[in-house]
């Protein structure tokens, strides 16, 4: 897509970019490999083979989180439901 200079972006299409970068956790995969580069202070090895690897720890840990708050929301539900039950039963 061709960006002209001066011209309005295109608001709907930035923000559903925005989100699908936060969504699937790209924004916070490079924001984990700015930090680790900063922190190694420019490392010996490749830069790129460095980041590599950093990227594979972060998408171990993204995926576990993911994992995580997927059994909090599935605990969640069980509670409302019993919950509405209690209040059935109550009745």
Known sequence: MEHKPF???????FETQSKFLIDSGMMDAYEYCLKSLCNANLPKEHVFDFLAQKIEKFEVK???N????QKIEEYKQKL??????IKKLEE
Not at 7 to 13: A, C, I, K, R, T
Not at 66 to 69: G, V
């Open 62 to 64: 993204f995926k576990e």
């Open 7 to 13: 011209e309005e972006p295109n608001q709907e299409l």
């Open 66 to 69: 993911q994992e995580r708050l």
């Open 80 to 85: 409302r439901e019993e919950e509405e039950w």
